[in-house]
């Protein structure tokens, strides 16, 4: 059936997705990739806050994984194998990028890593060609196990915790019309492919698996530390093992807590109240921009202090 | 989205739940969490790369020690004036505070908690139990205004493509217009029965509650 379905296509057929700019593309294309999953017969919600998650997507499919990848079980019994269908949810994140020097370029901060396995990126090409674009799909858990079976880490350096590392290593190759992660094939996660790996229900399944799963390897590369030019070797050495330290410390969860705990006593101790009443409105602001989005004119982190 | 929907999603926002809209008439609302013990995880957070304390948001000056508003100040330590304020981890035992060759280099980057240094990074650990582990919890919600102290679910017309273990819905009561009250069910737990409405709650927080329970450490 796969072969038989394309996708992405445009569902607008009075404009091509290139034909929209830098200013003005967020919306079509986020509409693009809805309007895309449903003809995949996922049910597509839309944030009503810009918070992160860009889309959610939900489906009914066969837990032995009969479901072809444009149905959906919804309150059907699977065909093949008589059981009734799982709901599985995926938890979308979309970056769209135009492609520059056949590099996607992209950016991750460490708020985009994610460790629920249910979380996706798709990063959708929109200008591979003028009339062809692309997804790129891949669930959180795949994307830090790629990296971690290959001895890739675009996590260790400073600058993806200061929010400015880009990762320019994801390319198209216009001759043999393939995706590749460095020297790496992509093709598995490219359009149907991709749609067939997030569609597997055993991540659903076995949830609080996968979730110590994706953990591990979010552990393994974000507890990582390279100097870059911003740090000493010697530095680098005493952070590396404070990391590993800390890392085996805090599987006793009192330990992280007890250290909060007396951290919390020491500013109290050595605050104001005014000083203090403005730790807390920024902790309230916090709360506020994870629910709300950063771009909320109802509050400026100005009014925060 | 009508009118009556829209009012429970932003109470449901003003709870800190976020909600994801459908074609149809019901919706979603997702918290990321922690795993386990369901309390509110927020990527926005920042921690000390170093030692996991959570950033206060403070300067603190390096000549008195002082802490004092990030935005308060003119640059200027409020106590003696020195220009030495950096955003600096508030755990006096964390490495960026005792090793005296680490704290210089990251004092001159800002401190730890400004963003030059690369040390800070996003909410990793559990505020209330310390888990090191987060998911997100969602579920379908349908709302319905309901004047009667029961009602009959096959009059609700929910859709049958909403069902699921995870839907749910949110009868408002409303028998005049001083009385508003809320109840919660599991769609499953109605289906084509009347069912009477024996545990409203004034408050609709209790509702989000009731749907984002949290084991609250001691």
């Known amino acids: 059936m796969c072969d038989e379905i394309k996708f992405p296509s445009n569902p607008f057929e009075d404009i091509k997705p290139s034909d929209f700019n830098k200013l003005n593309k967020k919306n079509v294309t986020e509409d693009f990739i809805e309007e895309n999953l449903k003809e995949l017969a996922w049910d597509v919600f839309k944030p009503f806050n810009d918070t992160g998650i860009d ?76 009339d062809k674009q692309d997804f790129i799909i891949i669930s959180v858990k795949d994307f830090l196990s790629f990296f971690n079976s290959n001895n890739i880490n675009p996590f260790a350096p400073t600058s993806f915790r200061k929010g400015n ?129 950063e771009n909320s004119d109802s509050m400026s982190e100005g009014d925060a202090q | 989205m009508n009118i009556d929907d829209k009012s429970i999603a932003y109470a449901f926002i003003a709870n800190g739940v976020q909600i994801y809209l459908s074609d149809d008439d019901y919706f979603i609302a997702s918290k990321l969490v922690c795993a386990e013990c369901g309390y509110p995880w927020y990527m926005n957070l920042t921690e000390c790369f170093l030692c996991g304390e959570i950033n206060k948001f403070l300067y603190r000056c390096s000549d008195c020690f002082t802490f004092q508003s990030i935005t308060k100040s003119n640059m200027k330590c409020k106590e003696c004036g020195s220009s030495n304020l950096y955003m600096m981890c508030s755990n006096p035992d964390c490495l960026s505070n005792k090793d005296v060759e680490i704290k210089s280099r990251i004092n001159k980057l ?45 009059s609700l017309n929910i859709s049958e493509d909403m069902v699921s273990d995870n839907s749910y819905l949110v009868i408002k009561y409303k028998p005049n217009e001083v009385i508003l009250k809320y109840e919660l069910f599991r769609i499953k737990d109605t289906l084509g029965k009347k069912v009477p409405l024996s545990n409203l709650k004034d408050k609709f927080e209790d509702i989000v509650d009731e749907l984002f329970s949290i084991r609250l450490m001691k």
């Open chain 1, 55 to 130: 889309r959610i997507a939900i489906k009914t499919v066969c837990s032995d994984g009969h479901t072809e990848i444009d149905e959906n079980l919804r309150n059907q019994e699977c065909s093949i194998c008589g059981k009734s269908g799982i709901e599985i949810i995926r938890f979308i994140q979309i970056k769209t990028r135009q492609l520059k020097n056949n590099v996607f370029g992209f950016t991750l901060k460490s708020k985009d890593i994610r460790i629920d396995p249910r979380h996706v990126y798709l990063l959708y090409s929109d200008n591979t060609t003028a």
């Open chain 1, 165 to 293: 590392n880009k990762l320019n290593s994801l390319r198209y190759d216009h001759v043999n019309d393939k995706w590749s992660w460095g020297s790496y094939d992509w093709e598995l996660f490219r359009n149907l492919e991709g749609m067939k790996k997030i569609q597997d229900p055993k991540i659903d399944l076995n949830l609080a698996s996968e979730i110590m799963a994706t953990r591990n390897l979010a552990n393994s590369l974000l507890r990582s530390f390279s100097k870059g030019q911003t740090y000493s070797e010697i530095i680098e050495t005493k952070i590396k093992s404070e990391l590993e330290k800390n890392l085996n410390l805090y599987k006793n969860k009192a330990i992280i807590l007890e250290l909060r705990r007396k951290a919390q006593e020491y500013i109290e101790l050595n605050c104001d109240e005014d000083t203090l009443q403005s730790s807390r409105n920024y902790f309230e602001y916090i709360k506020l921009i994870d629910t709300i989005g």
């Open chain 2, 110 to 154: 800002g401190g730890v908690f400004n963003k030059n240094s690369g040390l800070l990074i996003a909410q990793q650990y559990c505020i209330n139990c310390g888990s090191n582990f987060h998911e997100y919890k969602s579920y379908k919600i349908a709302i319905r205004i309901v004047n009667d102290e029961e009602f009959d679910y096959d």
